[in-house]
């Protein structure tokens, strides 16, 4: 796919706005905006604040804050305040990936919900295999495809056969990213002993 609008439009619906963040980052500004200038205007009017005067809060910050007793709250909010620093920068600098795949098989926008991917290679295995419904369990990472096969006791599966079947459906769908395949068998010893 080389549309420019139709990269622009695939990307958009795999990668999340982050509109939610925003929105709330945005209304607590306003909120601590209109509560300075309320209080910076009832200083000039030289009415009585509503919870503390402008001057009195920077005094406070400057001169009353460093020295305040315990020491260990006073590290304790700048902690507080710094991990929250850092939640909103990731949040800012992290791609958000909805869990989506654009799919290459045609000249068209394709996007699939990994759960239907995951849906697709699970029966593609569960078939080529000759197993019965709920035997494989799949699920689709953004860049990872985990494939659980539990054969039936006395049933012989090779990993590496679970494995290439779902590269071949996988790769029949031409899922950007590539998704890479992990496969497991689990044997019905396996499964007793972990219930």
Same mark, same amino acid.
């Given at each position: 796919m080389t549309n420019p609008v139709l990269m622009h $439009?695939?990307?958009?619906?795999?990668?999340? !706005? @982050?509109?939610?963040?925003?929105? #709330?980052? /945005?209304?607590?500004? =306003?909120a601590a905006a209109a509560y300075a200038g309320t209080?910076?205007?009832l200083h000039l009017l030289g009415a009585a !604040?509503? /919870? $503390? =005067? !402008?001057g009195a809060a920077l005094a406070w910050a400057a001169e009353a804050l460093p020295a305040s007793e315990p020491r260990a709250a006073v590290v304790a %909010? =700048? %902690? *507080?305040?710094?991990? #929250?620093? &850092? #939640?909103?920068?990731?949040?800012? /600098?992290? +791609?958000? @990936? @909805? +869990?989506?795949? &654009?799919?290459? *098989?045609? %000249?068209? &926008?394709?996007v699939v919900d990994n759960g239907v #991917?995951?849906? &697709?290679? *699970?029966e593609r295995v569960r078939r080529e295999l000759d197993l019965p419904r709920g035997a494989v369990i799949a699920g689709i990472g953004h860049r990872s495809a985990d494939v659980t096969v539990r054969p039936e006791p006395g049933q012989v599966i090779d990993r590496e056969s679970v494995r290439s079947i779902a590269e071949n459906e996988l790769d029949g769908y031409g899922a950007s990213p590539r998704l890479k395949v992990r496969a497991r068998v689990q044997q019905p010893a396996e499964r007793e002993g972990g219930s």
């Open positions: $439009v695939v990307r958009r619906e795999t990668h999340s !706005p @982050r509109t939610v963040m925003t929105v #709330i980052v /945005l209304v607590l500004v =306003a209080e910076i205007v !604040p509503l /919870l $503390v =005067a !402008p %909010g =700048a %902690g *507080a305040v710094a991990v #929250i620093g &850092a #939640i909103l920068l990731w949040f800012a /600098l992290a +791609p958000g @990936r @909805r +869990p989506r795949h &654009a799919l290459n *098989a045609s %000249g068209h &926008a394709v #991917i995951a849906s &697709a290679v *699970a």
